[in-house]
């Protein structure tokens, strides 16, 4: 139930008596509706004990409001802001109500947003053990080291070691807001001397995001479907950073095999640049054991201080953590940390605390090895009706991986179309031109489409497919 913080409520000195002067202000407060209806207010205790006023006059104000019909009161709860006003003081603009339950948040999580974890898998009674295990800790309630938790970070670095080849200590990891943080100081960090990077056309849109607010001169690195990322562009290229999600490219879903990714490293070591590797998707892949990361490649030549890795934990665990983090060169930390101490100051305690525990304890690799079962099993479930009920209009051009399937198809409804007759239905589609910044739409002969299917139940992929293709054919 909402109740009334009193804030700046002031008695005026110009009624006869202080009761009076109680009547007025609360009143006012009412008709002006910044109490609003069904709020409760401060008990008569409380009130009176805030305003320096005896029990007695607040009583009385509160009761002569309540003849008045500005209250309302409950047998044992106390006074309310009358739902229906006196009618001399209907409201007439600014209409305020207290919310009778929690406003929605828009849904996000919608069958097929992309980019969403199966949500109810998520072991939310073991996380809660976590947290409680740390609340009571004194000492995080204070500010902690801006780099993040330091055994957070010590389980964090032996979690990418073992996973993804990455070699690094704590003290080159800094704990970020999401991947969106990092990538934002990753970004900032390669334009001390030259503000342009190439990005992947098409792209992570969350990134593109962050170079044009800090303005960056954005230089396509085209990545085409099936092929992947074109290396010729990026070595004839001026720019000393590149973006790239090496592992399961967004939106195209394609991956760079160990040659591409050595090739991208002789590259940032020739021009002496850095590779910002957004190593999205890598647990998750079901076709073929994933490659290993730019940064253990380039580490075992001693080249990694060109690249700056990138993870989050919205996909392996679930989005509304907002917790990610960055692998620097050692050179970088203490740049990266004025960076982050500016954007943000540091992160929230006891969820590093309790996240700490769930990677040193090993309930991360359990949950991620229990999903990539899941999602392996989704994705088949997904590429099988898209099969059956598109036959052959539409083509699925990402490889098995990750949270989402890319669609191709030529001619036919375009994908805007498509995306605004899905949602009428309640279904989300991506549009493909999402992920383009360079307006080459136009330059297409085809239309796509991306569809997350991560936190769709396997019983609802069949029958929301099936209205996907009616929406597509009709
Ligand atoms: C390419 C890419 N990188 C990173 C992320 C994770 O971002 P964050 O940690 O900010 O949720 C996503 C999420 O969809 C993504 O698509």
Redesign the pocket.
């Known amino acids: 139930m909402a109740l009334i913080d009193i804030g700046d409520l002031q008695l005026s000195g110009d009624s006869r008596t202080k009761q009076d002067a109680l009547f007025d202000a609360i009143r006012d407060k009412i008709v002006a509706q910044l109490w609003g209806k069904g709020l409760k207010l401060p008990s008569t205790r409380k009130l009176a004990q805030e305003l320096g006023v005896s029990r007695n006059t607040v009583i009385h104000a509160y009761e002569q409001l309540h003849a008045e019909g500005y209250l309302e009161s409950k047998a044992g709860s106390g006074y309310f802001v009358a739902l229906e006003l006196p009618d001399q003081f209907v409201a007439t603009a600014n209409q305020f109500e207290a919310p009778s339950q929690p406003i929605k948040a828009k849904d996000h999580s919608r069958a097929f947003s992309?980019?969403v974890p199966d949500l109810s898998e998520f072991p939310t009674q073991k996380w809660q053990r976590l947290l409680m295990r740390h609340t009571g800790r004194i000492s995080l309630l204070g500010g902690q080291d801006i780099q993040g938790d330091e055994s957070l970070r010590a389980a964090l670095a032996s979690y990418l070691a073992t996973s993804r080849s990455v070699v690094c200590e704590p003290d080159r990891i800094v704990i970020t807001?999401?991947?969106?943080?990092?990538?934002a100081i990753a970004a900032l960090l390669t334009s001390q001397n030259d503000r342009r990077l190439l990005m992947e056309q098409p792209g992570?849109a969350?990134?593109a995001k962050v170079l044009k607010l800090f303005n960056f001169e954005q230089i396509p690195a085209p990545v085409r479907p099936l092929l992947g990322l074109d290396l010729d562009v990026v070595e004839n290229s001026e720019a000393e950073a590149i973006y790239v999600?090496p592992s399961n490219q967004?939106p195209l879903g394609t991956t760079l095999d160990i040659n591409q990714r050595l090739r991208l490293i002789e590259w940032a070591k020739t021009r002496g640049g850095w590779i910002i590797e957004?190593d999205?998707?890598s647990e998750f892949q079901f076709a073929h054991r994933p490659y290993p990361s730019l940064q253990g490649l380039a580490a075992k030549t001693g080249h990694d201080q060109h690249v700056i890795y990138?993870g989050?934990?919205?996909?392996v665990m679930f989005?509304g953590l907002?917790?990610?983090y960055l692998v620097l060169p050692q050179s970088m930390v203490a740049e990266a940390l004025t960076l982050k101490d500016a954007l943000s100051g540091d992160s929230p305690t006891h969820t590093q605390a309790a996240l700490a525990d769930f990677v040193a304890e090993g309930d991360l690799v359990r949950h991620i090895r229990k999903m990539r079962r899941l999602y392996k099993q989704k994705h088949q479930i997904m590429v099988t009706m898209i099969e059956r009920y598109f036959s052959d209009s539409v083509e699925v051009i990402s490889q098995a991986a990750g949270l989402h399937v890319t669609l191709r198809w030529y001619g036919g409804i375009s994908e805007q179309e498509w995306a605004e007759r899905a949602s009428t239905y309640g279904i989300v589609i991506r549009p493909f031109n999402y992920y383009e910044q360079f307006d080459e739409a136009g330059l297409r002969d085809w239309s796509g489409a991306v569809l997350g299917f991560g936190n769709v139940p396997i019983d609802e992929i069949e029958p929301k497919i099936c209205t996907l293709a009616e929406l597509f054919k009709s």
């Open positions: 992309p980019g807001s999401g991947a969106q943080q990092a990538l992570y969350q990134m999600t967004y957004d999205y998707d990138v989050s934990l919205s996909k989005n907002r917790m990610g």
